[in-house]
């Protein structure tokens, strides 16, 4: 017997073996991945259309001019130091955070009705939201994504303890929103669950519910269901060109009264990706209610990362609290947008020139970073094999990856992938 037992503690690194030999090798990540395999590929030609970062009518990552006047500021700046921030990071940045996407005159604020944390950017902002709900939500512990999503929310909110399920949202067909669809499997869902919102330029449809439809969302949402909505808002700014109008939606849900969570990223709209930056909000209802939350909050973040780091959240601040600043940041953003929506003209404009089949309006309806352009798996790996441009598999391109002298090319990688596989 116990002899046995040894025999059984024996790992197989005292034998001599790898503690991890049986380790799988795991799939690239869907997005992130494409990049990998893009920076591997030789072809002098090769377009990467796949993960969603802006780039400049060169192609060329963008670093904003106030981004780096914030920076030079900060490095000539003898009085900061390096400390520890707080647990829920810059006090300031989080006032400000809240401010942007709720209004500087939102009652919830004046009301001490928010609680904000910094976090590591939209990602870890939905992970500390996810991990708050799994441990203190008194609703269903449910959360409700679009059908399709960004994929990482598939796999962040399970590992916080919920159990996300999918709501119609994207009608291939129409290319547009399949309303009627998505109120239909919010009426089936239990009451109390999580939704999950996309705050604007949904990805990676690009379809994004007019103001009237996100009314009877909300009316089902806060009447019918006693759902949570949970925004996700990464790409404020970038569908409109506007931060106010693409903060209407979670404005409209705040202003009801009732409580909402909402993730906000600064990579897109303020090129800040590799600084990871980002709040989570929680609207509750008392304020006394917020301060316990925000107690609890703390105790979900000590122990992932302790603290946030400080140089992108000092940047943001800088930016947001200076008014000459921030009205340059908002004609910097201004101009990605626009770009983005010229490279839609450009795109649309080339396909008819090429009579490509099929109806490609949905280039120019498609809202934001993205055009979910309905190419199949086959389609999207035929162009990725003969012409090196490269997208995820689901047929979204990343249309800030796009300038005008790519256009053309890939125009007609595009035209050829359809004659062939239609
Ligand atoms: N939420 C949505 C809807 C996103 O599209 C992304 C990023 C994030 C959150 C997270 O961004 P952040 O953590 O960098 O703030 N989506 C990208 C990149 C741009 C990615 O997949 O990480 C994309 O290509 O879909």
Redesign the pocket.
């Known amino acids: 017997m116990q002899d046995s037992m040894a025999s059984l503690s024996v790992s197989p690194a005292a034998a001599g073996g790898s503690c991890f030999a049986h380790v799988q090798q795991a799939p690239e990540d869907p997005?992130?991945g494409i990049t990998v395999a893009f920076n591997k590929d030789p072809s002098p030609v090769k377009v990467n259309l796949g993960?969603?970062?802006y780039r400049t009518e060169d192609g060329k990552p963008l670093l904003l001019n106030v981004v780096r006047q914030a920076e030079l500021h900060l490095v000539s700046d003898e009085s900061r130091n390096k400390e520890y921030l707080g647990i829920t990071g810059i006090v300031h940045f989080n006032k400000l955070s809240a401010q942007l996407i709720l209004g500087s005159d939102s009652p919830a604020i004046a009301e001490n009705r928010v609680v904000t944390a910094q976090c590591l950017?939209?990602?870890g902002s939905?992970r500390v939201g996810g991990e708050f709900l799994g441990r203190h939500y008194s609703g269903q512990k449910i959360i409700y994504v679009p059908s399709p999503t960004?994929g990482?929310h598939l796999k962040i909110f399970p590992l916080a303890g919920l159990e996300a399920r999918t709501y119609r949202y994207y009608d291939p067909r129409t290319k547009g929103l399949d309303y009627e669809g998505m109120l239909e499997d919010l009426r089936a869902a239990p009451n109390g669950s999580i939704l999950l919102l996309?705050a604007c330029a949904h990805?990676p449809t690009g379809v994004d519910p007019s103001q009237e439809q996100w009314e009877g969302i909300r009316r089902v949402v806060r009447e019918e269901k006693q759902f949570l909505p949970f925004f996700?808002c990464?790409y404020q700014g970038f569908a409109s060109g506007s931060l106010d109008n693409d903060a209407w939606a979670v404005r409209r849900f705040v202003g009801d009264g009732g409580e909402v969570f909402v993730a906000q990223?600064y990579?897109k709209n303020m090129g800040l990706?590799a600084e990871r930056v980002?709040a989570l909000s929680i609207i509750v209802k008392e304020p006394a209610v917020a301060t316990r939350v925000e107690s609890q909050l703390k105790l979900v973040i000590r122990p992932m990362y302790s603290t946030p780091p400080t140089h992108g959240a000092s940047i943001v601040t800088l930016i947001l609290s200076s008014k000459k600043w921030f009205e340059e940041w908002k004609e910097e953003l201004k101009a990605m947008a626009d770009r983005i929506r010229s490279m839609r003209h450009e795109l649309f404009n080339a396909l008819k020139e090429r009579q490509t089949p099929g109806n490609w309006e949905h280039i120019l309806n498609q809202i934001g970073m993205f055009t979910f352009t309905g190419l199949s798996k086959e389609q999207v790996e035929y162009m990725r094999r003969e012409d090196h441009i490269y997208m995820t598999l689901d047929g979204r391109i990343s249309m800030a990856g796009l300038n005008s002298r790519t256009v053309p090319q890939v125009a007609d990688a595009i035209h050829r992938a359809v004659v062939k596989f239609s």
């Open positions: 997005i992130l993960v969603g970062a950017s939209g990602t939905l960004w990482n996309h990805n996700d990464a990223s990579a990706y980002g």
